[in-house]
């Protein structure tokens, strides 16, 4: 049974930067295309960015330019560097495989953007 673990997440102030981790209890990263997600106070939960297996990555227009994700597929382990952070980017975030599985959701890393 695959479980994802998120970790990294915490009170930041506008402008700074976080990097968040996921770790998977299974081998699933050199299987699937992984995913992170958010899911911001009141709204529905969203697709933030995505790596292929071959490290091709895709990112939501709102976090281009200021988020990278990258994997280590030797570590089961998949991240979200995040930089000039912004109120908006406030939310709970989640990694899945993408497309996303709704048996493998873990509880997420909550980050508040705040001053």
């Known amino acids: 049974q695959v479980q994802l673990v998120e970790s990294g997440g915490g009170l930041v102030q506008p402008g700074g930067s976080l990097r968040l981790s996921c770790a998977a209890s299974?081998?699933?990263?050199?299987?699937?295309?992984m995913g992170w997600f958010r899911q911001p106070p009141g709204k529905q939960r969203e697709l933030v960015a995505v790596?292929?297996?071959?490290?091709?990555?895709t990112y939501v227009d709102s976090v281009k330019g200021r988020f990278t994700i990258s994997r280590d597929n030797a570590k089961n382990s998949v991240f979200l560097q995040m930089s000039s952070l912004k109120p908006e980017d406030t939310a709970v975030y989640y990694c899945?495989?993408?497309?996303?599985?709704?048996?493998?959701w873990g509880k997420g890393t909550p980050v508040t953007v705040s001053s």
């Open positions: 299974g081998n699933i990263f050199s299987t699937y295309a």
């Open positions: 790596i292929t297996r071959g490290g091709s990555t």
């Open positions: 899945n495989t993408f497309p996303a599985r709704g048996t493998y």
